[in-house]
């Protein structure tokens, strides 16, 4: 089993549409949850942490559910610059080691 | 400000050659990891290294994949004996620290393409 897993899509919606996603990490004992974004050919960067009590920065919202082991996004009023993939992104709980599981992303496309 | 860059940008290898891969991180970050970038099945950690360790914590069980750190704020990812199953796009990440509170920022990747 995959340590994350997300729906690749695509999702395709149009301005101004919500768009919401979920991921899910077989670990139980990770602690860190991200979402990353990465537009065609450039390097992952980081949109956002997830908490436990989830948390929103503008138009975007992350949830954690850790008793089923998932986290989602939810992307209001979506802009064209929107499209990208979005990574899901958890730490690999070992001590003294930081070290990322990614997913292969969940590719949206925000239409005009 | 500079970020994270990697060379070259696109690698084509033969297979069973060694090819090495080259990452020069931000100035002042201590931490430093390799990811490997598959399509569709996501990346997953190959090595990292803290503060001046020339050589890298190996993620990665198999003894073809190794690191070096000759300067702070460079490390070289050689591969060893190329396989076709090799190919991928290969991310150096850097952070200032070595926990999750510190964001890991990522180089542009070097796409490994083996025949």
């Known amino acids: 089993r995959k340590e994350v897993e997300q729906d690749p899509g695509p999702f395709n919606v149009p301005e101004g549409a919500t768009v919401a996603f979920n991921c899910t990490y077989s670990n139980s004992a990770s602690q860190s949850f991200f979402w990353y974004r990465q537009d065609c050919r450039k390097e992952p960067k980081l949109l956002m942490s997830v908490y436990s009590s989830g948390n929103e920065d503008g138009r975007f919202t992350a949830q954690l559910n850790r008793a089923s082991q998932y986290i989602s996004l939810l992307i209001r009023d979506s802009k064209l610059s929107d499209s990208a993939t979005y990574l899901c992104v958890v730490n690999r709980p070992r001590s003294n080691d930081y070290k990322l599981s990614f997913g292969a992303g969940t590719t949206v496309t925000v239409r005009a | 400000g500079a970020g994270v860059s990697q060379s070259p940008r696109y690698k084509v290898a033969k297979r069973g050659r060694d090819v090495a891969l080259r990452c020069d991180s931000i100035?002042?970050?201590?931490?430093l990891y390799w990811y490997r970038q598959t399509l569709g099945q996501g990346s997953e950690v190959l090595t990292y290294?803290?503060?001046?360790?020339?050589?890298?914590k190996s993620g990665r069980p198999s003894g073809r994949f190794s690191a070096e750190r000759p300067e702070r704020s460079v490390s070289t990812l050689k591969i060893q004996r190329t396989e076709q199953g090799d190919s991928a796009v290969y991310l150096c990440?850097?952070?200032?620290?070595?926990?999750?509170?510190?964001?890991?920022?990522f180089g542009p990747g070097t796409r490994l393409t083996v025949t």
């Open positions: 990440a850097s952070s200032l620290g070595g926990g999750t509170a510190y964001e890991q920022y």
């Open positions: 290294s803290q503060s001046d360790a020339q050589r890298d």
């Open positions: 100035s002042g970050h201590v931490t």
